[in-house]
């Protein structure tokens, strides 16, 4: 959970676990060349979850969270980009991948050194 944003940042529910393989699966259809974004697998996954029945709805931050969770446990290689989200088995694009996520990581810890001078 990360301060000042613990309702979107809380772990995941037992009801997002258990929809975490219809995410994951989802995500397999999408590759490079036809990446899906956000806002559409918002749409899609709460058009399916309702039309089964399901009274969890899925929102854009909790989405990011479990694309946390599916990357953390490794459980497929997933990819995001401005374009959106996809899965690649590439090994260059899997590096990028990770070089982007470190260069956002040591920009928010250099904003937070930043910070720091007002204390």
Known sequence: MITNFEEHTHELTSEEIEILPIVVHGFRNYKKDNPIKAELIVTRM???????????????????????YIRTNGIIPLIATSHGYFTSDCIE?????????????????????????FL
């Open 46 to 68: 709460n058009e399916f979850l309702t039309a089964r029945g399901f009274k969890i709805r899925m929102t854009q931050p909790r989405l990011r969270k479990m694309v946390n």
């Open 93 to 117: 694009t899997i590096a990028e991948q990770i070089k982007s996520l470190q260069e956002r990581a040591n920009s928010i810890q250099r904003c937070a050194e930043g910070l720091k001078k």
